[in-house]
């Protein structure tokens, strides 16, 4: 296929996928986009993937591979498609999920051209182990202007939009292959910070699976503690660069003061458990670098009470003089725990979203739940709680229902 006749170029890493490849590749193969390309990047996987791989090589000649010698991770995986697609548009797809319309790349092809977009964004729904579905759409306007309108947020999945390789290439934007987690968000910021006009549809096309079993993978550990800081520390200079932060200075800010807010109730007391005092040291010296390249006024504002800026004040003081010591006990004092005890996260979910979530929850049966609300608010319930939760949602007859759940 020549350049200038490929519409979209399809990225899909593999990776130890045998089981799920095949419902991958068939909802790829059933579009009705003729002009594709596929390119899989076998990230050096150990299975029978190549052999899947090889057969759908020999039944349509859009696909291609890329092999890779050793596995090196999702983001040189998707970097090696990056580089190897010509399609006007590039999308990802993981090898375990799958597309739920043939139709699609069509429309969204035809909205983001009709438009003159740089990306289009679409919804998902999570299917969990017994097939249910959970479905997330997008809730904002079809057409928004980045530098011109607010009412807009960065969606982190950057399997749910399609975007322009162009702005990829003349921004060089790629993923970080040394962060151990959150590279989805900071290339998805890249996208935002360099990308002009957004469009939307109010489709749920992605089919994301989860494995119930797997929330243990979302224990921390020296590593994602590090990385969080690693990801601060590049995602900083990047926002603050773009011509996006000098016009809508609010949005990007939100997004980091959500990624400190982490830092400030969540991994700074972690950091004393897990760490070793040497990486105490290391930890701790760039989360002051964090913070010094930070506007803590707007942080203090969004989600401190008065008595919890003062307790901060306190936190800075002592990270300034390295009292690691004294760090430590003000992060087991009963103020800090009282204050960050009023931290809250907020959700809010249109009627038949929270509908759908509490009727997929009342059929989980665990001793705790794993709730997923979207927007990366994730928070994990005792069985009996999370029902009644879920009884509430179902029960809801307002437009929109609004909950919170503290930290």
Known sequence: MLMHDCKISVIIPVYNAEQLLRQCLDSVLQQSLPQIEILLINDASSDDSQLIIDEYLMADDRFKVIRLKQNSGVSTA???????????????????????????????YDKVIAEQADLISFGFCR???????????????????????DNWQIKYNVWAKLVSRKLLIDNDIRFEPSLVMGEDA?????????????????????????????????????????????????ALPLIRASALFKHRPEVLQSVITERLRMLFIKLGPMA????????????????????????????????LSDPAIELYRQM????????????????????YRQSVAGISQVVTLKQQQAFQLGQDLLQVNKPHIRCDFGGGIIVTLPMEKAHQLARQMIANQNAEITLRFNS
């Open 186 to 234: 900071l290339f998805s910021i890249a996208v935002y910070c360099n990308a002009s006009r957004l469009v939307t549809v109010d489709e749920v096309y992605y089919c994301y699976r989860v494995n119930q079993q797997g929330a243990n993978l979302s224990q921390w550990n020296s590593a994602k503690l590090f990385g969080t800081v690693h990801w601060f520390l590049l």
């Open 316 to 335: 800075l003081e002592r990270l300034q003089k390295n009292e690691l010591i004294g760090l430590k006990h003000f992060f087991n004092s009963e103020p």
């Open 272 to 303: 004393f458990e897990l760490l070793s005092e040497q990486e105490q040291q290391r930890f701790f010296t760039l989360w002051m670098k964090c913070l010094e390249q930070y506007d803590l006024a707007y942080f203090n504002t969004r989600f």
């Open 127 to 149: 299917v969990d182990e017994a097939g249910h579905r959970n479905g997330f759409k997008v809730e904002m306007p079809s057409v928004v202007n980045l530098q011109q309108q």
């Open 78 to 108: 998707r970097n090696a498609g990056i580089k190897k697609a010509i399609g006007e548009y590039v999308i990802f797809l993981d090898a375990d999920d799958y597309w739920g319309s043939p139709r699609m790349l069509q429309q969204l």
